[in-house]
């Protein structure tokens, strides 16, 4: 048995690898045209040419490693269909699902390498790819400034800040707010500074030309010409803020999800991002549970019936996806099924062609 799970393991492997290198390729070349001239334009020099499309190739197999996956199965288990191999086995007692499960088995490792792959390395290139398209081609300049933020720093502290330098590391119009603790909080101190300053070495940050208003019994105004202050808050947090969640590592992401909902931020559409990145690599798994029976029923028409049958797969797959996602971002479905659901679907759907296909 192990022979023949090498054999066709191997048809698939062969045909994975052939087609995600040809798919790169394709992309590759169309991408290399459309952007040629702006290159040309902006004086790029090669050497950076090439650099932008190797660390374009995680972004690139992210996306095309599940397409690949599903012409590999639909043809690697096709090829075996037409030329009556796949008979033999059952022939000899070899039951569909005896050969589904190691390529099942393979899909479910394959899955979890993808989703290490899309949470840590594709980020990363995906940062530099973005920072050469900021300087040579234009696209999407990064502001350096971000203007209005709120952050809740503790259950009963606010913070407020109208503009922040992220290089000067400094934040002007600024408002600590303090309230008291209940259902019913009531406001006791406002604290307002021209400019508030983070301080590397005490990891605290400096206050300057500073009103700070109290509403006790009674109440008091002081000013100072500066003064530090201790927040949970830090130069980090707000840094962050900068990049964009295709940036950003799944840990990443999820603490930047946290920072702005601290702030009282609507993270809907983050979460369901988040979670979205989490059930797309294992849309190997789901994709090989519909193939494998979809290619072991034979058909006259062959190499066009398969393709007909991957188009219509990957469309609907694609629809449902972002149906769902958009569901989850403009209703109240939890953004975690929002993320799944598609995913969930096509397995119980997957599960169930594989359990009524003939063997």
Known sequence: MWRLTAYVLRQIGLIFAF???????IFIV????????????????????AEYYVIFLPEMLKYLAPVATLLACLFGIGRLTQRHELTAMKASGIGLPQLAAPVCGAMVLLS???????????PRATERKLSIERRYLQRAPQSRVLFNLAFRDTPTRTVLLQRYEPEERRAYGVAIEDFTAGNAPRWLSRLEADVMAWDSLSRQWKLFRVIERSYGTPPALITRAETTVALRLTHE???????TPAEMTLPELQHYIATLAQSGQDVRALRVT?????ALPFAHLIITLLAVPLAAVYRRAGLAAQFGTAAALAFTYMVLTRLTQTLGVATPLSPFVAGWFTNGLFFIGGILLLWRTRT
């Not at 947090?237 to 990049?243: F, G, S, T, Y």
Request: some cysteine; charged content about 15%.
């Open 112 to 122: 979890f390498a993808q989703l290490a792959f899309n949470g840590w390395i594709v």
């Open 274 to 278: 988040y979670y979205s990145e989490y």
């Open 19 to 25: 087609t995600l290198v040809a798919l790169c390729v």
């Open 237 to 243: 947090m707000i840094a962050r803020l900068q990049r």
């Open 30 to 49: 169309v991408n290399l045209i459309e952007n040629l001239d702006d290159f040309l334009d902006t004086g790029t020099p090669a050497l950076v040419i």
